[in-house]
């Protein structure tokens, strides 16, 4: 691999002493059948562990380099190559015929100009860990100066496990659609989209171009199936398990089958990102409805999936009309004297479907959840003929709520509590997000007769709560005035200067900070998250390139750039 040329700038505190290196045009040239590369790839996804492999131009298609590594391909038979670049050819052919202007007139363009080489997708065909279909590197997009790890192409890397699966063109559309949105987001737009949003897309893509039709054997039933084994997961904070890609996938297709594809559409061409993007999107298309309006009315359908029950609480795609999730049940005794206590932990944005049946008589239930954790409770009251009707708890300010149903079990057989929690809007990242503890008491009592305990136990209750509280802010700060006497004991990281080129992989987590906390220090237009996490990611590339083009004249013209780089 040959090493980008780096430069060495200083970055002072409080002074616009910065240059970054340009974005250079990538020299664009015809590859040629048999040609030789080294590529940069992702260790992570490599069944070797490498970060480096060569490969040779096993096929060159209307619109796709198809190159394959050496330790692979060169194990291959000759009438294995064959059958493999006949593969190759179908997929080329597919891929320029349909899945690239299919998926560029709706979502945009997934490159500009002085990215593309000879007007081609390269795809390099890798063995990678079991389970793994393909991947992106955002850091391709940019030159080497930018990004050393970059192989400077318009890149996706496939599984040599799924080049001859039938969901082979599946695979592709969904990776492509990822550099699409790195285009539309990244790019043009100096944003990062929020990663669930970012699957969802790439998920629904395949319903988009038609590989869902006929549903049995697609991907589309394979994500639901994945749902259903785990339907708890949440939508937004993305764990890249299997369930996480069905949620993405189902609320993709309630999301068009009730307002449109113009939603996700029009949600990539926006400045903004995740659930803002959604809601800017819904705003546009003339819907007064938002994210927790449409994610309440879609956990509702996956339950009841029945449009008599209400025009949002079903599915309009013909194969999940007998779709709905399996609530986790809560059996009451049959009996007109019962109380249950019931607590349980969710992330942000799942599903959480509590049935309750059983007992008999006049039911009174009592929600409680931390009021910061914004739980909204809809529910399904369902009669012995399956009629249901939705209703939802209304939530005091404290985070509680309650509801009273007269003579449970004959008037109404369930009832099913889904309750999820909408208090975090953006910075949803990957892997395990917030527990929310949430938790519910159930009493009956016989028809005719108040709930057991009557208003003086209530009374004592609340009494104990609050003196509970009381006592819990009190330990809040004594730990407090610990921990900021350990903090004002500490020493401080000197700001006076980046003496280390800083980019997407550094390892330079002090200067990385250092550099976090000078973009804080200009305030949120520069550096909304405000993240000291040492990592080079991509919203601190982001905050980067705004302070670079907020100073432009001291930064950029000297060195007749336009736009800013991300590089330090």
């Not at 007007?119 to 389970?131: E, N």
Request: aromatic share 12%.
């Amino acid at each position: 691999m040959i090493e980008g040329q780096k430069a060495k700038k200083v970055l002072r505190c409080g002074v616009v002493a910065a240059a970054m290196i340009a974005l250079l045009p990538l020299f664009a040239r015809a590859d040629n059948y048999g040609d030789q590369a080294a590529f940069n790839i992702d260790k992570q996804y490599d069944s070797a562990g490498r970060s480096q492999l060569s490969a040779s131009l096993v096929w060159a298609g209307e619109k796709i380099y198809f190159y394959a590594d050496n330790a692979w391909w060169n194990d291959l038979d000759s009438s294995e190559r064959q059958r493999y670049g006949a593969l190759l050819s179908g997929m080329d052919t597919e891929f320029s015929r349909h899945i690239q202007p299919k998926l560029t007139e709706l979502f945009g363009a997934s490159t500009s100009s002085d990215s593309a080489r000879n007007g081609k997708l390269t795809v390099l065909i890798h063995r990678m860990v079991k389970g793994t279909g393909g991947y992106i590197n955002t850091a391709d997009g940019y030159s080497k100066y930018q990004s050393p790890g970059s192989n400077e192409r318009e890149m996706v890397y496939f599984n040599t496990s799924f080049v001859d699966a039938p969901l082979a063109k599946t695979y592709l559309a969904h990776e492509y659609t990822h550099l699409i949105t790195f285009n539309q987001k990244e790019r043009l737009r100096h944003v990062v989209e929020e990663v669930w949003l970012n699957e969802v897309r790439a998920e629904y893509s395949s319903t988009i171009l038609g590989y869902d039709a006929p549903f049995g054997g697609s991907n589309f039933q394979q994500r639901v199936k994945s749902f259903l084994n785990d339907p708890g997961k949440s939508l937004t904070e993305w764990e890249n398990v299997p369930a996480n890609y069905g949620a993405a996938h189902l609320w993709a297709q309630y999301v068009v089958d009730h307002y449109g594809v113009a939603i996700l559409a029009d949600s990539i061409k926006s400045d903004q990102t995740g659930i803002a993007s959604i809601d800017y999107a819904l705003r546009k298309n003339g819907f007064d409805v938002d994210f927790a309006q449409v994610f309440r009315d879609w956990i509702i359908a996956l339950a009841a999936n029945d449009c008599s029950v209400g025009p949002k609480y079903c599915y309009k795609y013909p194969d999940l009309r007998e779709f709905a999730v399996s609530p986790r049940i809560n059996y009451l005794p049959a009996s007109d004297q019962v109380s249950l206590s019931v607590t349980y932990n969710t992330p942000y944005f799942a599903g959480n479907w509590q049935k309750i049946t059983g007992g008999s008589g006049n039911l009174r239930l009592d929600f409680a959840a931390a009021a910061e954790h914004k739980f909204a409770v809809p529910y399904l009251a369902c009669d012995a003929a399956g009629k249901c009707s939705a209703g939802e708890l209304e939530t005091a300010a404290d985070g509680n709520a309650m509801l009273k149903i007269e003579d449970f079990g004959r008037r109404y057989s369930s009832l099913v509590l889904m309750p999820f929690g909408s208090g975090k809007n953006f910075d949803f990242g990957s892997g395990t997000g917030t527990t929310l503890p949430y938790s519910f008491k159930i009493s009956i009592v016989p028809a005719g007769t108040a709930p057991s305990g009557g208003m003086e136990n209530e009374k004592s209750r609340i009494e104990a709560l609050q003196k509970q509280i009381e006592a819990l802010k009190a330990e809040i700060a004594r730990v407090s005035a610990i921990l900021a006497a350990r903090v004002s004991a500490a020493p401080k990281f000197s700001c006076a200067a980046i003496v280390a080129d800083l980019y997407p992989g550094t390892p330079s987590r002090a200067q990385i900070v250092c550099l976090q906390e000078f973009l804080k220090s200009r305030g949120s237009l520069i550096y909304p998250g405000g993240i000291l996490s040492g990592n080079f990611d991509a919203a601190t590339r982001a905050a980067v390139i705004r302070f670079q083009e907020k100073y432009a004249a001291e930064i950029l013209a000297p060195l007749g750039l336009k736009s800013g780089t991300g590089y330090v």
